[in-house]
């Protein structure tokens, strides 16, 4: 029991965490892109790809381990 609310804790925490990854990564997605419309593509000129990638990778991440958590979460409170 006590491993399973660990397990369900720390699911959680890196939820929330990869959300947080994910929504920076979208801003500096927009910024970029903008950036890249009124200035041209400059040095780092596949910014926008590389955060945008970031940011994509970042919610499936999220996705997963919320709906771990919540299947962890729904074997808690069955009793199994």
């Known amino acids: 029991m006590k491993a399973k609310s660990f397990l369900s804790f720390t699911l959680l925490f890196l939820g929330i965490f990869f959300v947080l990854i994910a929504l920076i990564s979208a801003y500096f997605t927009l910024t970029s892109f903008l950036e890249r419309q009124s200035h041209g593509s400059g040095i780092f000129f596949a910014d926008v790809e590389l955060?945008?990638?970031?940011?994509?990778?970042?919610?499936?991440?999220s996705a997963i381990t919320i709906f771990a958590y919540k299947k962890i979460l729904g074997l808690n409170e069955s009793g199994k």
Not at 51 to 61: P, S
């Open 51 to 61: 955060f945008g990638l970031v940011a994509i990778i970042f919610t499936i991440l």
